[in-house]
């Protein structure tokens, strides 16, 4: 792999730009891997990378069945932050965050972090409750957060209007180091860097079954063949359940469409993140000037990869409340992505029924700041059977009562 | 967007009007089942990519609750039929057994 430089960039500038090389080798499958990831999502390639990185596994496959970051991880409005409520999200989410300071220089691939400030406007009273709580816990786990009064937020997003009749602003949690990232950016600079370490990405062919014998995964069978592995990693994001049907157990998992727009691009106006809960929708610009704006959910299953016109509607027509000058904007684009929603609203990175089979799912609408992290613990998790950073995240946690419960910190799409 | 026709009042209501209420037939397990019931029923919803069974409830016209048949894919509805039953009518799966044959969702006479 040759290296990304400025100074690169000055050689082929004088020499016609001939001698960029392709980012990932195309490759067709062996038959036989120590790892197979399924999906090429960014929780997938980041998993694979760790693996390599950490561990020395690079005897991997990933395996997907469109393009590479065309799932949620192409799909979403890019937010990132790390203050929610329960310890262990805590772990998982700052660790991403934390990495993401560090990964353009980590894959040598520019992922445009920009930790510009994630902003979470209460505009009820039990708002401001619940993240005063959320304060004072992310003190206690050292993620640094702070309320911060109107005036304070009309000092940093002054296009916001305070004394919305319905949706009044109260204040704010205020996540210093959150922002936003190139979605596309970090799955390409994922698979640059695995692909380097001699592992095979493999688009346009889908996993239609698993093989197994006597409770052991043995491999998977695809469009393009079967494919013999040791381990499997399953994660597909909206599809887990049907893999996981695959691989002979269920999850406690449903999928439905999650939903982002843009508009046309304008000059900057606001240099954070800004989410508003009680109306479900929230807002960045970015750095090519749209407003990009992210909606609720549907209230059905869904694997259409559409989203509703009326959800875009409930959206638009609080935030203008809120954010009157967007009222004159036209939207550009409009697309939804299938999200995979646990009933604690927290991941799920597991052992499963299957021996040498585990799956990392359920990050639901909120799993693109997370890939960092856990692509590290599932890493982790697989090539040794346990990771602190996983722990608390098994599938059977339902089962045993031992929820994670973020339906507050993560109960809008974000 | 939507659209189901309520078995009650007869009005082919758009998703607004509606509320959506999960998973069709679900058997409830109490105290004194066993963990797999108890887990199965509270936490293991079905989550077919096609054919689906749901409740639904007309909640911004008659009020009343009642099923729906719908593939998640194309967001076909086979039909809708009343709430006071724990299967879906026999001339319904008929209809989608023409329609996609070889379908397959949890076997309604196993618990959930
Ligand atoms: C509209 C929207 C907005 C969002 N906003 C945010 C946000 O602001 N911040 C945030 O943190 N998160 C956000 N999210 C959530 C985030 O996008 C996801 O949690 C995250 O991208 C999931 O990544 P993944 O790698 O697990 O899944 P994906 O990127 O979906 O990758 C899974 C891959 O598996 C492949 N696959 C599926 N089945 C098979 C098969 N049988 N064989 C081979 N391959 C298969 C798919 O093609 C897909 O490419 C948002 C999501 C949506 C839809
Ligand atoms: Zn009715």
């Given amino acids: 792999m040759k290296r990304y430089s400025a100074f690169a960039v000055a050689r082929e500038a004088l020499t016609g730009h001939k001698g960029w090389e392709r980012a990932w080798r195309k490759a067709q499958p062996k038959k036989?891997?120590?790892?197979?990831?399924?999906?090429?999502?960014?929780?997938?390639?980041?998993?694979?990378?760790?693996?390599?990185?950490r561990f020395g596994i690079t005897n991997v496959a990933i395996?997907?069945?469109?393009?590479?970051?065309?799932?949620?991880?192409?799909?979403?409005?890019?937010?990132?932050?790390?203050?929610?409520?329960?310890?262990?999200?805590?772990?998982?989410?700052?660790?991403?965050?934390?990495?993401?300071?560090?990964?353009?220089?980590?894959?040598?691939?520019n992922v445009m972090f920009s930790p510009r400030g994630v902003m979470m406007l209460a505009q009820t009273e039990h708002e401001v409750r619940g993240y005063l709580r959320t304060v004072h816990a992310n003190a206690l786990q050292g993620v640094k957060t702070r309320f911060i009064t109107p005036a304070e937020v009309k000092k940093i997003v002054p296009i916001i209007r305070l004394d919305g009749p319905r949706y009044p602003v109260l204040g704010?949690?205020?996540?210093?180091?959150?922002?936003?990232?190139?979605?596309?950016?970090?799955?390409?600079?994922?698979?640059?860097?695995?692909?380097?370490?001699?592992?095979?990405?493999?688009?346009?062919?889908?996993?239609?079954g698993v093989r197994q014998e006597a409770g052991r995964v043995t491999?998977?069978?695809?469009?393009?063949g079967d494919i013999a592995c040791d381990k499997l990693g399953i994660v597909v994001a909206g599809h887990s359940g049907v893999v996981a049907n695959m691989a002979g157990f269920r999850l406690p998992i449903e999928c439905v469409a999650l939903q982002?727009?843009?508009?046309?691009?304008?000059?900057?106006?606001?240099?954070?993140?800004?989410?508003?809960?009680?109306?479900?929708?929230?807002?960045?610009?970015?750095?090519?000037?749209?407003?990009?704006?992210?909606?609720?959910?549907?209230?059905?299953?869904?694997?259409?990869?559409?989203?509703?016109?009326?959800?875009?509607?409930?959206?638009?027509r609080a935030l203008i409340e809120t954010f009157p000058m967007l009222s004159r904007l036209k939207m550009l684009r409009w697309w939804g992505g299938i999200v995979d929603m646990t009933g604690d609203r927290s991941p799920i990175l597991s052992k499963t029924p299957l021996?040498?089979?585990?799956?990392?799912?359920?990050?639901?609408?909120?799993?693109?700041?997370?890939?960092?992290?856990?692509?590290?613990?599932?890493?982790?998790?697989?090539?040794?059977?346990?990771?602190?950073?996983?722990?608390?995240?098994?599938?059977w946690r339902f089962r045993e009562g031992k929820f994670i419960d973020e339906s507050v910190a993560a109960g809008v799409a974000h | 967007m939507l659209t189901l026709q309520c078995p009650h009042c007869g009005v082919h209501a758009e998703e607004t009007e509606l509320t959506g209420g999960g998973e069709a037939h679900l058997k409830r397990f109490g105290p004194g089942s066993d963990d797999d019931a108890f887990e199965g029923y509270l936490f293991l919803r079905e989550n077919p990519k096609g054919v689906h069974f749901e409740r639904w409830r007309h909640s911004y016209g008659c009020g009343k609750w009642f099923h729906a048949a719908r593939c998640t894919v194309t967001m076909e509805v086979f039909g809708t039929y009343t709430a006071q039953t724990s299967k879906p009518p026999q001339d319904l799966l008929d209809r989608i057994s023409e329609k996609r044959p070889g379908w397959r969702w949890r076997d309604l006479n196993e618990p959930a």
């Fill in chain 1, 32 to 53: 036989r891997y120590d790892v197979v990831i399924v999906g090429a999502g960014g929780h997938g390639l980041a998993t694979a990378y760790y693996l390599g990185k």
């Fill in chain 1, 63 to 109: 395996i997907e069945k469109g393009w590479l970051g065309g799932g949620n991880t192409g799909r979403n409005t890019t937010i990132i932050r790390s203050n929610y409520l329960q310890d262990p999200s805590a772990a998982i989410y700052e660790k991403a965050r934390s990495l993401y300071e560090t990964l353009s220089q980590d894959l040598n691939y």
């Fill in chain 1, 355 to 395: 021996e040498g089979c585990f799956i990392n799912c359920g990050w639901g609408t909120g799993g693109f700041k997370a890939i960092p992290g856990s692509g590290w613990g599932f890493a982790e998790l697989m090539a040794k059977g346990h990771s602190p950073l996983t722990e608390e995240f098994s599938m």
């Fill in chain 1, 219 to 224: 491999g998977v069978q695809t469009t393009k």
């Fill in chain 1, 260 to 316: 982002a727009l843009v508009s046309e691009p304008i000059k900057p106006v606001m240099d954070c993140v800004v989410m508003a809960n009680t109306v479900h929708g929230y807002m960045s610009q970015s750095d090519k000037g749209e407003m990009v704006i992210g909606g609720g959910a549907d209230q059905f299953n869904n694997y259409s990869q559409r989203g509703s016109f009326h959800h875009v509607e409930e959206t638009v």
């Fill in chain 1, 172 to 208: 704010a949690l205020w996540q210093d180091r959150g922002g936003t990232a190139r979605h596309d950016a970090v799955a390409w600079g994922y698979a640059r860097a695995c692909s380097a370490m001699g592992m095979d990405i493999i688009q346009k062919c889908e996993v239609t």
